[in-house]
Structures are given as structure tokens and as C-alpha cells.
């Protein structure tokens, strides 16, 4: 059940492994406590929450909340972070 909860948020946002995100459920009764973290590459930007959602309807509320935290500003920094990835040079081995 958490790892839906982070995965939905995840995917709600966009988020991949060139941005910056954290996300962290646990299950607290009848509530999967979720916390979540978005940073700009540099980390002088943040879009940061956490909920209490409830169990018997944790997928959806998990879309809700990454989708409300996408509308102040996550994806914005995610996307910013994977202009970002694709100007920097590869390195050499």
C-alpha cells in the first residue's frame, strides 16, 4: 500500500531519476502518512508537503495530492531539472 502511495505520486508529478524528489509513506492506522519533497537541481527551490491519507481510498488521494503538489510548482521544477540533464555533457570514462 505505501509503495502504491509513493509510485502514484511519482507518477503524478512526472518524476524520474533526473530530478531531485522524495517521497515517504508509512502506514499510521487508518491513514498512509505521506511526505513529499521536490527541489530544484541547485536545492535553492522547493515544493515540499505531507498528508495523512486515508487507507480505504490511498490510490486515489495519492493522485489528488501529487496532483495538487504539481499545480504549485513540482513539475515545473522537474521539468527545469530535465532541461537541465539534457545540457550537461556526458562524461568521459
Given amino acids: 500500500m505505501t509503495s502504491t502511495v509513493e509510485r502514484s505520486i511519482l507518477a ?3 518524476g524520474g531519476c533526473v530530478a531531485p524528489i522524495g517521497v515517504y509513506a508509512r502506514l499510521q492506522g487508518e ?3 505521506v511526505s513529499v519533497r521536490v ?3 541547485d536545492g535553492t527551490e522547493e515544493v515540499a508537503d505531507s498528508r495523512d491519507l486515508p487507507v480505504e481510498r ?3 488521494a495519492a493522485r489528488e495530492f501529487g ?3 504539481r499545480e504549485r510548482g513540482a513539475a515545473d ?3 527545469q531539472a530535465r532541461r ?3 545540457r550537461i555533457p556526458a ?3
Fill in 12 to 14: 503524478e508529478l512526472g
Fill in 31 to 33: 491513514y498512509v502518512n
Fill in 39 to 41: 527541489l530544484s537541481r
Fill in 58 to 60: 490511498h490510490a486515489k
Fill in 67 to 69: 496532483a495538487a503538489l
Fill in 77 to 79: 521544477l522537474i521539468e
Fill in 84 to 86: 537541465d540533464d539534457i
Fill in 91 to 93: 562524461r568521459e570514462e
